[in-house]
């Protein structure tokens, strides 16, 4: 079936080093794609986004590059600090859920020392 | 402007039990949700509204009922609660003619237990 999901549950990076968050779609019909970050406790808050007509988009600190060959999605953050620990989805918007998004399982990122 | 706002936070229920978990925004947003998160999983959609007056199921729509009398409140039922439906539950909204780009907001959450 059509789903959204990530290649890596959990990823641990050094602080100041750069992270890369993967997630793979398999509906071709998906028009925009949100990367959302949900720390512990908190309701997920809108990183960055991106339009099906577009390959990258950067953010402050932050990267969304889309390949739609492989239907592949994947958020970069720069130098990351240890306030970006937090679980990471990506999500897709499919017309024919009217406004509605189809979100990933989501990735934990931890920021070591 | 508090955004998106849900209540109760944290709530136990014993099985068979009933609820209401209230959500309600003050942005004048046309479409709002309701999703729940288990444990290590995504966001499933429950229930979703288009505006006042309008509701349709989402993927996972079982064992709630949602109502929308109001643009600014949404909230969602459940009638005789289950073990199943021990999770964690977002409200959410978005806002209207911004075309495609329709960026969710989404309350902090309401972690629900059935026992």
């Given at each position: 079936g059509e789903s959204v999901g990530l290649h890596l549950p959990t990823l641990s990076v050094q602080e100041g080093d750069n992270s890369i968050i993967n997630c793979a779609y398999s509906?071709?019909?998906?028009d925009y794609f949100i990367w959302y970050k949900q720390e512990s406790g908190k309701g997920p808050q809108f990183i960055i986004d991106i339009r099906s007509n577009m390959d990258k988009r950067q953010g402050q600190r932050v990267t969304v590059l889309l390949n739609k060959t492989v239907k592949h999605l994947s958020l970069q953050i720069a130098a990351t600090q240890p306030g970006d620990s937090a679980v990471y989805f990506c999500a897709e918007k499919r017309d024919n859920y009217g406004q509605n998004f189809v979100f990933g399982p989501g990735t934990r990122l931890s920021v070591l020392p | 402007n508090a955004g998106v706002t849900q209540t109760p936070k944290f709530r136990i229920l014993k099985i068979g039990q009933s609820m209401t978990l209230q959500c309600t925004q003050?942005?004048?947003?046309n479409y709002m949700y309701w999703y729940r998160q288990d444990p290590g999983m995504g966001l499933k959609l429950i229930y979703y509204s288009v505006g006042a007056g309008i509701t349709d199921k989402g993927e996972v729509p079982n064992g709630y009922n949602v109502s929308r009398s109001t643009t600014e409140d949404f909230p969602l039922r459940l009638e005789l609660a289950a073990p199943s439906q021990t999770s964690v539950y977002f409200c959410a909204s978005t806002p209207p003619g911004q075309g495609l780009r329709n960026t969710i907001y989404f309350g902090e959450g309401s972690w629900l237990t059935v026992v």
């Amino acid at each position: 079936g059509e789903s959204v999901g990530l290649h890596l549950p959990t990823l641990s990076v050094q602080e100041g080093d750069n992270s890369i968050i993967n997630c793979a779609y398999s509906n071709s019909a998906s028009d925009y794609f949100i990367w959302y970050k949900q720390e512990s406790g908190k309701g997920p808050q809108f990183i960055i986004d991106i339009r099906s007509n577009m390959d990258k988009r950067q953010g402050q600190r932050v990267t969304v590059l889309l390949n739609k060959t492989v239907k592949h999605l994947s958020l970069q953050i720069a130098a990351t600090q240890p306030g970006d620990s937090a679980v990471y989805f990506c999500a897709e918007k499919r017309d024919n859920y009217g406004q509605n998004f189809v979100f990933g399982p989501g990735t934990r990122l931890s920021v070591l020392p | 402007n508090a955004g998106v706002t849900q209540t109760p936070k944290f709530r136990i229920l014993k099985i068979g039990q009933s609820m209401t978990l209230q959500c309600t925004q003050d942005m004048n947003h046309n479409y709002m949700y309701w999703y729940r998160q288990d444990p290590g999983m995504g966001l499933k959609l429950i229930y979703y509204s288009v505006g006042a007056g309008i509701t349709d199921k989402g993927e996972v729509p079982n064992g709630y009922n949602v109502s929308r009398s109001t643009t600014e409140d949404f909230p969602l039922r459940l009638e005789l609660a289950a073990p199943s439906q021990t999770s964690v539950y977002f409200c959410a909204s978005t806002p209207p003619g911004q075309g495609l780009r329709n960026t969710i907001y989404f309350g902090e959450g309401s972690w629900l237990t059935v026992v």
